[in-house]
């Protein structure tokens, strides 16, 4: 079990991570600043974000909880691919800066329902 430790841990560092990095960009989002179309600040959030998806399908493999055989593995992934189109609304997509802000504010709720349904699974 220990590359299910391991895979464990880097998950919840990564998602972390990703929460933090998206609620700097937010928060530049929201300010005008300018730091939101620097090289580093487009390309870190995609490694962030590949390595977090990485350790997800490791978790996967290796527990055997896979998407429409537990209800609380579907559940994350419907709530991810919310989390993604909301982000992409709020960082970049949307069309005014109130869709943005919504958007964002979506995207965090969203992040947190995962949170919740992570922390809250049935383990059976």
Not at 16 to 33: D, P
Not at 103 to 118: K, N, P
Request: hydrophobic share 60%; glycine share 6%; net charge positive.
């Amino acid at each position: 079990m220990e590359i299910y430790k391991i895979a464990k841990h880097l998950h919840m560092m990564f998602a972390g991570l990703s929460l933090l990095g998206f609620v700097i960009r937010g928060y530049w989002m929201i300010s005008g600043s300018k730091l939101l179309n620097a090289k580093l600040v487009k390309i870190l959030p995609h490694i962030i974000d590949t390595i977090l998806l990485a350790s997800a399908v490791v978790l996967v493999i290796v527990t055997g909880f896979y998407p429409l055989k537990f209800d609380w593995v579907t559940l994350k992934l419907v709530l991810l691919i919310a989390y993604i189109v909301l982000g992409t609304f709020a960082l970049k997509r949307g069309k005014t800066k109130s869709i943005r802000v919504i958007s964002f504010v979506a995207a965090l709720v969203t992040f947190f329902a995962i949170y919740g349904v992570a922390m809250h699974k049935p383990m059976f």
